[in-house]
Every structure is written in C-alpha cells, then in structure tokens.
C-alpha cells in the first residue's frame, strides 16, 4: 500500500459536533491551496499538514508571488470518502479522520477546480459536468499558489 499523499491546507474555520459515543468533536474547513503529488480523489489516503505564513522572516524590496509557509501535522489522516458539495471553480471533499486521539472527526477539503493537477474525478462525473449546467454557481474562488516554499 502507498503511503498517504501529503496535503498542505490553510484552516479556514471549525465547528462543533457531537460522536456517535455522545463525546464532543469538530469538523474543520480546510482550503487547499497548493498542488499536491497526487491529485485529491475519492478512495485516496491522505495526511493534512497546516500551513502558517512566514513570509515575514523573508522581507524582499522586489513585488514577488513567492509566499513562505511553515507546515505542522494537526494529527488528520485517513481516506477521501466523498464529495461533499461542488461549483463552478471549487470542489469540496469529505475526509474521514481515522486519527482515534484527535476531536476532528471530519476535515472538508476546499480544492480549486483545476482537474488533473488538483482533483481527479470520475469520467462520468466530469462528462456530467459539460452535459448540464452547474447547479452552484461560485460562490468564492481558491488562488492555486505555484511558487510557494514549505518548510516541515
């Protein structure tokens, strides 16, 4: 078995849930902004690291895009069981954390759109995306950020 894709994602928000044990847990938002090895599919195993800028400790006089990133293991790791919800430019994918010691059950993966070097879906879903119009329009956009360094 491979081993887990790295995910790099900025926490874009929490909120709290309840377990099937009665225990209180949360679901985090997530929004992937860097490309990873493989692109995000259904089925795929995957590890979450958070990024943090430190664009800061690299001052530069020049307009530059290159951004900076510290990435730290938040404990969520386990399958893509599904889609949650998608758009025009975003697709949102479930993560069932498998972490036993973590209170997130859940991570919803915000990916942009981009099939190939983002996502994979299914032919027939991408098929059914050109045969009829999307029921969401966008709502809000993820930049794809290309010239970033992540220090672990």
């Not at 430190?54 to 893509?80: H, M, N, Q």
């Not at 990916?111 to 329009?137: D, N, T």
Request: with cysteine; glycine share 6%.
């Amino acid at each position: 078995m491979p081993p887990p894709t790295t995910i790099y994602a900025k926490e874009r928000g929490s909120a709290p849930s309840v377990g099937s044990d009665g225990q209180e847990t949360r679901i985090v938002y997530l929004d992937v902004t860097i490309a990873p090895d493989v692109p995000i599919h259904v089925g795929q195993k995957v590890k979450i690291l958070s990024l943090t800028s430190c664009d800061k400790l690299f001052p530069s006089e020049e307009e530059t895009s290159a951004r900076y990133y510290t990435a730290k293991d938040v404990g969520i790791w386990g399958a893509v069981v599904g889609v949650r919800a998608e758009e025009e430019s975003v697709v949102e994918f479930v993560l069932e954390n498998d972490n036993i010691r973590s209170d997130v059950t859940h991570a919803y993966l915000a990916v942009p759109r981009k099939e190939g070097l983002m996502i994979r879906m299914p032919l027939w879903r991408r098929c059914l995306g050109y045969a009829m119009p999307w029921p969401a329009k966008t709502t809000r956009t993820i930049p794809i950020e290309d010239d970033t360094t992540v220090f672990e």
